[in-house]
């Protein structure tokens, strides 16, 4: 009998940046899954090519520092990649 460990970790969309130095730096990619699928998918995908990984909270919640060193007003509400002017790989 193979016993088959259920995750009750919610799926969520999961964002992934790139470093400087690597080849997609300056931009990030999406993928919708549990924390553990996702950062699969992005290792068979990019290996370890790749520098974080945020949940959707804290994609549409950047740090108010972020925000202020960037210049930006928290009034709106920018995510991560508006913040950093990262663009979305589809």
Known sequence: MKIVKMSKEKR????????????HYGHYIKFFGTHEETRKKMVDVYELKWSMQYSEKEWNNPGESSIKFNKLEPK????????WGWK???
Not at 12 to 22: A, I, L
Not at 76 to 83: G, L, N, R
């Open 88 to 90: 979305e790989i589809k």
């Open 76 to 83: 709106d509400k920018p995510t991560i990649a508006e913040v």
């Open 12 to 23: 969520q969309n999961w964002y992934f940046s790139f470093g400087v130095g690597q080849n």
